[in-house]
């Protein structure tokens, strides 16, 4: 009796905090919709992108983030002094709504065109996409070469690679996306916001430390939120549509392409002991040296 009386008592108190954390997260929205967004939101119909523009000089940097990351928002301070630099939150991510269409390149690439030509942002552009970005960037530019007169890809990918991975890196694949779904209960129930006011983002990032509080809320506040983990889920299961789509986009003559790619294709820490990291970075070695092959201009 007294162990389940002692039981019904730690179910009563789980379903009271998680009621609580619940109602914390709907009213934090709720607050958060109230606030005018940083940037401008465009229409493109059946949902709105959100975008931010700083900077005056030609050519406009256009700046497209990875697969749930929107870390570009630190750059704008920096890149606006050299040129004028557009930043924008894909459908699902940010500011933005979600879009009832494929989260492919394909869709991404002619949602940023429309967003770009009612954001009335004159060509010429400089792309940079960072790591699932760089297939919407190099897609781009084969869709609309004359409105692109360079790309910047930052740990890009190159679909030969991503299209034959091997068994273990494809389960690994399947492994983020389970977590994406936990992530989207989570966000619901408001645990991964209250991890954020408790510090554990810059706990798992400290690098997050060095950018101002303005600058890491834009980028925290998406985490907060169902849609950016169900945008990431989506992408993240077309991701070999997506592949198949930039695989024409192969040979761009003389186009200044530079390739920038990091040490390690996951930062090492305890976690990354129990993944493929050797296979994982011997991936990114061949699609870096695949990605050279793409331009007479590659640095």
Partial sequence: MIFTRGLVMSLSIRVIILVATTVY??????LEEQKAPPGNLINLGKYRLHFCLAGEASPTIIIDHSLGGIEGYFLIEELSQLARVFIYDRAGYGWSDSSPYPRTSYQIVQELDQLLTQAKIEPPYILVGDSFGSYNVRLYAYLFPE??????????LHDKGMLKMSPALKALKLFFISGFWMSII??????IRVLRVMGVFELLKP???????????????????AKHWMTMSREMLNLDQSARQVSEANNFGNL???SIKANSFFKPSLWTRFIPLKSANQLREEMHLELGKLSK???
């Avoid at 997260?25 to 709720?30: A, E, K, R, Y």
């Avoid at 409105?147 to 890009?156: A, E, R």
């Avoid at 430390?209 to 506040?221: A, E, G, M, N, Q």
């Fill in 297 to 299: 201009d590659f640095m």
């Fill in 256 to 258: 200044p392409i530079v």
């Fill in 207 to 225: 690098e997050l430390r060095r950018f101002s509080p303005d600058s890491c809320d834009r980028v925290k506040r998406s985490f907060c939120r």
């Fill in 25 to 30: 997260q709907t009213l934090s929205v709720w």
């Fill in 186 to 191: 989570g966000s619901i129930l408001g645990i």
């Fill in 147 to 156: 409105k692109v007169v360079g790309l910047v890809l930052t740990d890009g």
